[in-house]
């Protein structure tokens, strides 16, 4: 077990390493240079100011020596400064980043439990009305676009309960009531996708298990039907719905992006978005590699829980 | 794509008439009742867009004056928009867009993404292999929309980085289902035949590999077009991906997003048609999955 973890780190850390290699690569194949495209737009900027502005942040440096530097950098929790506003990237995603969290955390949870009790009605009540109309909602839950279904829910509520959230975010402990009415639509629609997703993979490893041996001996022994779903049956089925679990947070994490940017929640997502219309490439590039190590730490932490969820599994 | 489907399933089977390839195509449509709609439905999408400037009644960016957010009625069927285009033509001319956009990321990155996960599969374990999985690893990494925003800075905002973008969001998809497929085949014993008989690499590739991978990629296919349907609307909704005026229903949704309450029909109607869409395209990965893989019932 000690041996697993410690390999599913290390492979953790080497994928988050290549990212950080291949954004670094990415953005230093703009065409051009990337202070010029930044500054393509500035009135009056001239030739001179440029060179300065590029040297000052070290891009006249051999490609090479700027990697190590930039990688050197994040072993020390920097992440360079913001060409618009020079402010720490580190700091600044440090004060967002914990919005984001929240918002996603938000709609993990929903995800997990309308999914698990969509899920566990379709399995018992196999092939009912109720089975089908689900299985429609799981379909259509899956098809949405997340922001559509966003857009959708604003209008509505506006139009016939008079209700829109707030426009301008406070955070949970200056007013947890505003915080929510206004986080609570986008991780509805974050969450929707991943609720879908449960409730099939669910009912289908629900359905497998109903018909396996054990089962059938709980049932011989007199098991009540509650017993049977709740303390057997679901403990067995879940491990698949726990794999796609780290799957979802991704699908999540990249939808926060657009979301926080329909609801103005100032979070990682509407930090990258406002960065790259700006071309501020060392925020960009910050705001990608924390996505990046956000999912592969979730990852990690599910590949690692698989045992006390399962002690079925081994670790290899 | 009705044709390719079914002819791609025959060609890995030892029949190859013509009966025979008809048949499969009609077991397609009695076993897969809900996946045949949506099949339908996706032609009929394919049939608007091709013909858009036929079907439209006004053209995509010909503004109305005298209606402006004029609301659905038997003249405007899906209603105008702030700028009294009207917006039933607009989805018409999205579809075009949209299709566009994700026949040609789907077509190129499957066949990278394909010829990546063959490659790799094949050289399963050795250096080429890792290297190529590690730069998968790194790209699905990412959460797709944050890759495709990383990639649309560094591009610049156009349709052809749009494509880009999708595509490299995508290949990764194509080369693990690729790798996957190509590690069980390498150890077939036919394969085993093929190379004491003296076959090159490239041969054993191509004609033992590929023909294997048909089935699997095909519902991948479908199910990607889905994701790169809502990715392309994603992106063009936070206005980095199609430039405007092109009609797109991701643009479209996002230009009603003002008009919310006075114009619901602005978000309603174009955002229906992208779901309808990617429903179709779900509905129909599904169906054949079952179809080609009976083993893999949901």
């Known amino acids: 077990m000690a041996e697993y973890a410690l390999r599913r780190t290390g492979y953790g850390l080497l994928v988050v390493f290549s990212v950080i290699v291949l954004v670094f690569l990415g953005l230093h194949a703009v065409p051009g240079n990337a202070v010029r495209a930044q500054l393509a737009d500035s009135p009056g900027i001239t030739e001179e100011e440029i060179a300065k502005r590029t040297a000052a942040l070290g891009l006249d440096q051999p490609i090479g020596t700027q990697l190590l530097h930039f990688l050197g950098g994040i072993f020390r929790g920097d992440l360079g400064r913001s060409f618009v506003d020079n402010r720490s990237v580190a700091s600044e995603i440090g004060e967002r980043l914990p919005i984001t969290l929240q918002l996603g955390l938000m709609a993990v949870i929903i995800s997990v439990i309308l999914g698990f009790a969509m899920g566990m ?3 018992v009540r196999q092939n009912s009305l109720m089975d089908h109309s689900l299985r429609v909602v799981s379909v ?11 857009l959708l829910m604003v209008t509505y509520l506006a139009i016939y309960a008079g209700w829109s ?60 039907r509650a017993t049977v779903l709740f303390k057997h049956a679901t403990r067995s089925s879940i491990l698949p ?13 990249g939808g926060t992006v657009i979301l926080e940017s329909i609801f103005s929640i100032p979070g990682l997502g509407l930090l990258v978005f406002r960065a790259v219309q ?27 829980t698989y045992g006390l969820i399962d002690p079925r599994v081994r670790y290899r | 794509m009705v044709t390719t489907t079914t002819t791609t399933a025959a060609t890995t089977a030892p029949a190859r008439t013509a009966t025979w390839r008809r048949s499969r195509w009609w077991e397609f449509v009695r076993t ?68 566009l956009i994700s026949v040609t990321t789907v077509v190129v990155s499957g066949a990278i993404g394909t010829a990546i996960g063959v490659l790799s599969g094949y050289f399963g374990g050795r250096w080429l292999d890792s290297l190529l999985q590690r730069i998968m690893d790194a790209i699905i990494a990412v959460p797709g929309l944050v890759l495709l925003l990383f990639l649309a800075a560094v591009l610049g905002p156009s349709i052809r980085n749009t494509i880009i973008a999708l595509i490299i969001l995508i290949v990764p998809a194509f080369s693990r ?46 199910l990607l077009f889905a994701g ?28 009603g997003t003002r008009f919310l309450e006075i114009a619901p029909w602005m978000v309603v109607f174009p955002g229906g048609a992208l779901t309808l869409a990617v429903l179709a395209f779900n509905i129909l990965g599904d169906g054949l999955r079952d179809f080609l893989d009976p083993r893999s019932r949901r």
């Open chain 1, 165 to 224: 959230p707030p426009l301008v975010y406070e955070g949970p402990t200056q007013n947890l009531g505003n915080n929510l009415a206004q986080t609570i639509l986008p991780a509805i629609a974050l969450g929707v996708a991943g609720m879908a997703g449960t409730a099939r993979l669910l009912r289908s490893s629900l359905l497998e298990v109903m018909q396996s041996n054990f089962i059938r001996t709980v049932r011989a022994r007199g098991a009540s």
């Open chain 2, 177 to 222: 289902v690729a790798r996957g497929e190509m590690l069980r085949v390498r150890e077939e014993p036919y394969v085993e035949a093929a190379r004491a008989n003296g076959c090159g690499t490239v041969r054993i590739l191509v004609r033992h590999g590929l023909p294997n991978l048909f089935a699997p990629l095909i519902v991948v296919t479908s």
């Open chain 1, 140 to 150: 259509s839950g899956l098809s949405i676009p997340n922001f559509w279904l966003a």
């Open chain 1, 278 to 304: 700006v071309r501020d490439y060392p925020v960009v590039m910050g705001c990608v590699i924390v996505y990046a190590a956000v999912f592969v730490l979730v990852n990690l932490i599910v590949d690692l």
């Open chain 1, 121 to 123: 009605l379709a399995a």
């Open chain 2, 32 to 99: 897969q009742r809900l996946a045949t709609v949506a099949l339908v439905i996706i032609v009929l999408f394919v049939v608007a867009a091709i013909f858009a400037p036929l079907l439209a009644p006004y053209g995509a960016t010909e503004q109305i004056r005298t209606a402006i957010r004029h609301a659905p009625d038997g003249r405007y069927w899906f209603g105008t928009d702030d700028l009294g285009r009207d917006i039933y033509s607009r989805v018409l001319y999205g579809a075009r867009t949209s299709i």
């Open chain 2, 228 to 255: 790169v349907l809502i990715a392309e609307s994603a992106l063009s909704f936070l206005g980095i991906g199609t430039p405007p005026p092109t009609a797109s229903w991701g643009r479209m949704l996002s230009e």
């Open chain 1, 241 to 253: 719905v726990f794999t796609v679990l780290g799957l979802q947070v991704g699908a999540i994490l």
